[in-house]
């Protein structure tokens, strides 16, 4: 009872903050700028019909490209709004966490009830997951709903994305937490995290590049330091890959062909390496990934039972 206690505190300690409102409005003019658009065989229309676009990018004889849609919907709106400002948003609301607990007299008072550190350290964690998980559903079920009731395509696997962006925030979240604990800054969280962030998504690209490349894989003990660091980083780039995947959406790739733009040949390699990620089960790169975060919260809990307060 003590562990949710402290959970729905956390929650409510993050509903406090300006932040936390901030993102709600941002997925209400999300979902609200998508609610002006529609999609028609042969055209866009946009803001009601005001302006019209001529396209057959989407159509296939007269019928919707349901997968073009669900790719426009998981690709340019979840992984920006969601994937990307909505992460960054939720690091920078949730750094101050910890931080804010191990100041004297708050963790004086906590220390002093019968529960055990651990138990205050994950009621933390999780509580911040709890925020996350709040806005993500807030936000996907909306742009679900616009989809299905103003574009009349229903995509039940997009829904999927609300535990993936979880996922994603948890990958990043318990670095913030490991800084914020012997620094008690989250400014200094939020930036270890966020240069964190890239050199995972660096790796992964490295890595496709030997994938793809002959000429890289010449140098073969680069090419295997490199498959290593794959596996054990978390996947970050792969969620969204996941997403589209879950709500049958096309690949980037497939829409760049459609226009003919691949003169020299550098889609279809792009195509080959988001193919073979693709076909990568979740449970080998989300579970590997949950293994690094798990290496590192046992760290941070370590940490934070063993420090002076």
Do not use: N
Request: aromatic share 12%.
């Amino acid at each position: 009872m003590q562990f949710w206690a402290l959970v729905r505190d956390s929650f409510r300690e993050s509903l406090d903050r300006k932040i936390f409102w901030v993102m709600l409005f941002v997925s209400l003019v999300v979902a609200g700028a998508m609610f002006c658009i529609s999609f028609e065989p042969h055209e866009i229309s946009v803001l009601f019909g005001t302006w019209v676009i001529k396209t057959d990018v989407l159509t296939v004889g007269d019928r919707l490209r349901k997968d073009f849609i669900a790719l426009i919907v998981v690709d340019g709106i979840m992984d920006t709004m969601l994937g990307w400002v909505g992460v960054i948003l939720s690091l920078i609301a949730t750094a101050g966490f910890f931080p804010s607990l191990m100041r004297r007299g708050t963790v004086d008072v906590m220390l002093s009830k019968p529960i055990a550190r651990w138990q205050l350290f994950l009621g933390k964690y999780f509580g911040s997951m709890a925020f996350v998980a709040v806005h993500a559903t807030i936000f996907v079920v909306l742009t679900f709903l616009v989809c299905g009731i103003r574009w009349g395509v229903w995509l039940p696997g997009y829904l999927l994305s609300i535990p993936l962006i979880v996922i994603l925030f948890s990958y990043l979240y318990c670095i913030s937490v490991l800084v914020a604990i012997p620094t008690r800054s989250s400014v200094a969280a939020v930036l270890v995290t966020l240069g964190a962030w890239v050199c995972f998504a660096g790796i992964q690209v490295t890595d496709d590049q030997f994938a793809s490349s002959p000429s890289w894989q010449q140098y073969r003990s680069a090419y295997a330091v490199s498959r290593v660091a794959r596996w054990i980083v978390p996947k970050t780039s792969d969620i969204t890959l996941k997403a589209k995947q879950w709500a049958r959406a096309a690949s980037s790739s497939d829409l760049i062909v459609q226009q003919d733009f691949d003169s020299d040949g550098s889609v279809d390699r792009a195509m080959k390496i988001e193919r073979r990620r693709m076909a990568i089960p979740a449970v080998y790169t989300i579970g590997s990934s949950l293994v690094f975060e798990t290496v590192v919260v046992l760290i941070a809990i370590r940490l934070f039972s063993r420090r002076d307060y």
